[in-house]
C-alpha cells in the first residue's frame, strides 16, 4: 500500500494578525498551531508531512523542525493551487495527498480519518470537507449542480447568488495525487485575485469526469481558519473547552474550566482537583488525588500522587508523592523534590535534589544543592551558588539542621546530623553531628548612650 502524504500549506504572511511573527507559528495554549494540524495529520495515519513555506521560511522551517519529514518553499504566495505545486516532487503521482492549511488548529484527527474513508470508499479523485455556516462570508462557497460537486467559488469572485451558499469549503482535501498533478498543471490565474486557486483542481477534475466528492462535517469548530488576533483567542478557548472536557470525562475534577488552562499533552490522573487560575504546560504529567492551585503555573514537570502545588510556578521541575509545595514557591528547571516534603512560602529551588521528609518552609532559595533526607531548613537560608562566574554545588546529609538565616556559601558541605547556628556564614565543611557557629558573637555594652544625647 502506497504511503500516506500530506501538504500542510504554511506560506502565508498572516497579514491581519498584525504580528512580526508568522502566522502559523501563533499559539493556541501552549503549543504553535501549525503543531495541532500536523499532530491531527498524524493521528490519521500520516506517513510523511510537507510543509509549504514561504513568508519567513528559514523561521518557520526553525520552528518546525523534524516534526515533518520535508519542506517546499514558495518564495512568492501566489495562491493555494501554487503552493500545492511547490511540493510536487514530494506528492508524487502514487497514492492520496491530504491538503490541510497551517491555519486551521482544531481540525481533529478524527475528521480526516473519516474524510480518507469517505474518499476511498467512493473511489473519488477529489473530496473536500464542507460545513454549512450561517455566515459564511469570507469562505469559498460549494456550489452543487443537481446536489453533486459543480465547483468552489471564492468570495471575491462569487455572484451575488452564490453569495447566498451556506455551504463553505472548510480547505481540507484529499485528492487522487495523479489526478492532482494533472489538473495543476492546468491551473489559470484569471480571478479576483489572480491567484492560482487549489479550488480550481476540483472543478478542473470534474470537468474531466472523474469523481468529486464532499463530506459534510458538522461541527464548524474544527474548520476556524485563523486570521486574526480575535480569531486566534477564539480558537484557544474552544481548544481549551475541549482539553477541559476530555479531562473531567476522565475523571478530573475542573473546579472552573473557563478559567484552568491545559495542554493537550498534559497527563492528569482522576480524583486530582484543578483549581481556578491553573495554567499547566507541555509534558506535564499529573498523579492521582493531587490539589492543583488555585493561581499556578506547571510547565513540562512531573507530579506524582497526593500533592499539594498552591499558587505557585514551577518548570520542568519533579515532585513525589504526598509533598506540599507553595503557597508563592519556584521550583525551577530540574529539581527533584521527593516524598513527603515541604517546600513553602517564597521558596525557590533551581537544580537540586531535595530527598523524602526534608522541611524548606520560607523564605529560602537552594540552588545547584543535594539535600539528603528529613532535614530541616531554618527560615532565610541561602545557597550562595555563583561567585559571578561559576556556580557551585551545596550538599546537605540526612537529618542535618540549618539554621535560620544562614548562608551557605558553595562548594560546601554540612554533613549529617549537623546543625549551622542561626546567622551562620558558613564556608568550609562542617562534620557529621557538630554545630557550626559562624557569626561574630553578641557583645552588649552596658550603659550605653548616643554620643550626642
Ligand atoms: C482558502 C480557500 C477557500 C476556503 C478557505 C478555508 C482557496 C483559493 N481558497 O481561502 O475556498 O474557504 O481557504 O479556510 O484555496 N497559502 C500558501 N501560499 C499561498 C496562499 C496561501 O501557503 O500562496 C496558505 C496560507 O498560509 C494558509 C492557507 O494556504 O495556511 C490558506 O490561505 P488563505 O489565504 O488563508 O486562503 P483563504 O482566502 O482563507
Ligand atoms: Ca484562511
Request: glycine share 8%; aromatic share 6%.
Amino acid at each position: 500500500m502506497s504511503k500516506t502524504k500530506v501538504v500542510v500549506l504554511a506560506a502565508g504572511q498572516g497579514t491581519r494578525m498584525k504580528s512580526k511573527v508568522p502566522k502559523v507559528l501563533h499559539k493556541v495554549l501552549d503549543k504553535k498551531m501549525i503543531d495541532y494540524v500536523i499532530e491531527a495529520a498524524k493521528e490519521a495515519g500520516a506517513d510523511e508531512i510537507c510543509a509549504v513555506v514561504g513568508h519567513q521560511s528559514a523561521m518557520v522551517k526553525a520552528m518546525i523542525g523534524d516534526s515533518v519529514s520535508e519542506f517546499a518553499v514558495q518564495k512568492e504566495q501566489l495562491g493555494t493551487g501554487h503552493a500545492v505545486m511547490q511540493a510536487e516532487s514530494f506528492m508524487g503521482t502514487d497514492g492520496d495527498v491530504l491538503v490541510l492549511c497551517g491555519d486551521t488548529p482544531l481540525i481533529t484527527g478524527k475528521t480526516i480519518k473519516e474524510l480518507f474513508d469517505s474518499h476511498r470508499k467512493d473511489g473519488n479523485s477529489a473530496t473536500v470537507v464542507s460545513v454549512m455556516l450561517d455566515d459564511p462570508s469570507g469562505y469559498g462557497r460549494i456550489v452543487r449542480n443537481n446536489n453533486s460537486f459543480d465547483k468552489i467559488v471564492e468570495q471575491k469572485d462569487a455572484s451575488d447568488e452564490e453569495k447566498e451558499i451556506k455551504e463553505i469549503n472548510t480547505g481540507v482535501y484529499v485528492f487522487k495525487a495523479s489526478d492532482l498533478a494533472e489538473s495543476l498543471k492546468e491551473l489559470k490565474n484569471d480571478n479576483a485575485q489572480n491567484e492560482y486557486y487549489l479550488t480550481d483542481c476540483l472543478e478542473i477534475m470534474k470537468n474531466k469526469g472523474l469523481n468529486v466528492g464532499v463530506m459534510i462535517a458538522d461541527d464548524e469548530n474544527e474548520f476556524l481558519g485563523i486570521n486574526s488576533k480575535l480569531q486566534l483567542a477564539q480558537a484557544t478557548k474552544i481548544m481549551k473547552k475541549r482539553i477541559n472536557e476530555y479531562h473531567m470525562v476522565n475523571g478530573v475534577t475542573i473546579e472552573d474550566p473557563d478559567n484552568t488552562y491545559i495542554g493537550k499533552d498534559v497527563v492528569i490522573k482522576p480524583d486530582t482537583v484543578i483549581l481556578p487560575g491553573t495554567v499547566i504546560e507541555g509534558k506535564t504529567e499529573i498523579g492521582t488525588d493531587c490539589i492543583i492551585g488555585p493561581n499556578s503555573r506547571i510547565t513540562n514537570s512531573i507530579i506524582k500522587d497526593c500533592v499539594t502545588v498552591q499558587a505557585s510556578v514551577l518548570l520542568s521541575a519533579e515532585v513525589d508523592n504526598y509533598t506540599t509545595i507553595g503557597p508563592f514557591a519556584y521550583l525551577r528547571p530540574n529539581s527533584k523534590i521527593g516524598e513527603h516534603v515541604k517546600i513553602g512560602d517564597f521558596v525557590e529551588i533551581k537544580n537540586s535534589t531535595i530527598d523524602d521528609g526534608t522541611k524548606v518552609s520560607h523564605l529560602t532559595y537552594v540552588g545547584d544543592s543535594d539535600v539528603g533526607k528529613n532535614v530541616n531548613f531554618g527560615c532565610g537560608t541561602v545557597t550562595v551558588n555563583y561567585d559571578g562566574k561559576n556556580k557551585f554545588r551545596t550538599t546537605i546529609g540526612d537529618n542535618a539542621f540549618i539554621g535560620c538565616n544562614t548562608n551557605l556559601i558553595a562548594p560546601v558541605t554540612v554533613k549529617e546530623n549537623a546543625f549551622t547556628a542561626a546567622g551562620s556564614t558558613i564556608t568550609f565543611d562542617v562534620p557529621e553531628g557538630s554545630l557550626s557557629i559562624a557569626r561574630a558573637k553578641q557583645v552588649n555594652k552596658p550603659d550605653w548612650r548616643r554620643v550626642n544625647e
